[in-house]
């Protein structure tokens, strides 16, 4: 019997964003020990939950637990959690020799605050445990900073097709597939990587200019001996040093022609670099699509305040221009101000209650809180379970909540941030998004997945926030490269 340990350590780094992935932030989100890392994520759409299955299906390997942990995208992760969850992991390793194979569900993105490239240290020292015959495996997201640490240490590195990210758990699976056949003596996994000088702003995959480089990532991946070929996008609120996109293509037992394909899809993704350029509309070019005639709703998202990429979830510029032009038939999902839903609970459903709403983590970025008569609609815990493509199945939360209307408008208004990029934000809070006339979400493109099915128009905004979807809003201290 095979034996595979599996570990998550999970953060998508915003250099920019003053608030940091501290222990609170991780055990209100995901903080798993032992056993219970495995059974939370059986039958979910996550990559740790796609590697788990597919391996409990597929073989009788044995699975060795040690820490699952994952918090909302912020500055930069606490001394303290990086230790603690290092110290699990290698401890976790030592205790269980001998191993057969080693599965860490990173993101390719982490900062600790003492460590620019988080996940290359903690792979390099869980290496000097398990040395280099036993295969390090690691699924990443698409927004993964892959690093040549990264690269050197572990054997695979498999990151997502899809963003929206829709196929997280088939790449956990991926992944699992690999290392099995790899224990199975099938193949002797053979790595390339290739780092692109590029920032790519945040894009759709299945936009024009994006799309041929999969195309020929897909093609690649059915020439004989290819295990995997694709590539990263970057994330680049992260500023280190290795900031960008990336390449990896792994073969067979056949580096030379890992590293032919690899400079392939390389001059490829450089070849398109003049048309991998977003544009982003005004606010008021936006909601004035809004006024037109229309039978669906209008999609406006607030990319630079997503909490998935760090922003804080609070800003007010898209509530207040909606309130001044007199705009109705809006809901906003979500504004966070927990102390507006305290307010709230305090006057209770069906009252009305004065509000000064959001803007309160920074009044400059955040435009300051908008002075509102609230009528209070509704209360809740802020529980709702997942059910669009991406993360179905996910139970999340966005902590006690209120949905207030004002103006012939909603606002769901939360404790806590979490990216709401799944419609049953607003059905879990009494709200029919197709009778809707605007929907303004706190995302970047995960919505488009969801809300695209029952959208007129989907538009992405580049206001002022902690979270810029285009690199150029970014001022760089470790970064060095173009911008």
Aim: with cysteine; hydrophobic share 40%.
């Amino acid at each position: 019997m095979k034996r595979i340990l599996v570990a998550q350590f999970f953060h998508e780094t915003n250099s920019f964003s003053p608030k940091k992935g501290d222990t609170t932030a991780f055990k209100k989100y995901v903080w798993h020990e032992g056993q219970e890392m495995i059974e939370k994520q059986r039958y979910v759409a996550s990559d740790l939950g796609g590697f788990v299955d597919y391996v409990l299906t597929n073989s009788d390997a044995e699975l060795i637990p040690t820490i699952g942990l994952e918090a909302p995208p912020s500055g930069p992760v606490t001394e303290n959690v990086y230790n603690f969850a290092l110290n699990n992991i290698l401890s976790g390793i030592k205790n269980n020799l001998p191993l057969d194979g080693v599965f860490i569900h990173f993101h390719g993105a982490m900062v600790a605050e003492n460590h620019q490239d988080a996940e290359g240290d903690i792979a390099e020292k869980v290496r000097e445990v398990i040395g280099y015959d036993i295969p390090l495996m690691c699924s990443l997201d698409l927004h993964a900073n892959v690093t040549k640490k990264m690269a050197k240490q572990i054997d695979v590195l498999v990151p997502y097709d899809c963003y929206p990210h829709t196929d997280v758990r088939e790449t956990g699976a991926l992944v699992a597939r690999i290392m099995l056949d790899t224990l199975e003596g099938k193949i002797k996994p053979t790595m390339a990587f290739k780092k692109v000088p590029f920032l790519l702003p945040l894009f759709c995959t299945d936009e024009p200019a994006i799309k041929p480089l999969y195309d020929k990532a897909f093609e690649m991946r059915e020439r004989s001996g290819v295990v995997s070929a694709r590539f990263a996008h970057g994330f680049a609120p992260s500023d280190i040093e290795e900031l960008g996109m990336s390449v990896l293509v792994i073969t067979d037992n056949n580096k030379s022609y890992a590293e032919e394909l690899a400079s392939e899809l390389e001059d490829n993704i450089t070849a398109r670099i003049p048309y991998l350029t977003n544009k982003y509309p005004t606010l008021d070019e936006a909601l004035d699509r809004v006024l037109l005639d229309g039978a669906k709703p209008v999609v406006i998202a607030d990319s630079s305040d997503n909490p998935g990429a760090g922003g804080f979830g609070d800003t007010t510029h898209i509530l207040k221009r909606v309130l001044e032009r007199k705009i109705t038939g809006a809901v906003f999902a979500t504004i966070l101000d927990p102390q507006s839903v305290i307010k709230c609970e305090q006057a209770g459903v069906g009252n009305y209650v004065e509000l000064d709403l959001g803007g309160k983590s920074d009044k400059e970025i955040s435009g300051g809180p908008v002075r509102v008569n609230a009528y209070v609609k509704m209360l809740t815990d802020g529980n709702y379970t997942f059910k669009g493509r991406m993360g179905k199945g996910l139970r999340v939360t966005h902590g006690k909540a209120a949905v207030i209307e004002v103006l012939g408008n909603f606002v769901i208004v939360t404790s806590l941030p979490r990216q709401p990029y799944d419609l049953e934000v607003f059905r879990s809070h009494g709200i029919t998004p197709e009778e809707m006339k605007l929907l303004v979400v706190k995302s970047s493109v995960h919505f488009r997945d969801d809300y695209g099915k029952i959208a007129r128009e989907m538009h992405t905004l580049a206001l002022k926030g902690y979270a810029s979807p285009d690199p150029k809003n970014y001022n760089y201290k470790n970064y060095k490269g173009k911008v």
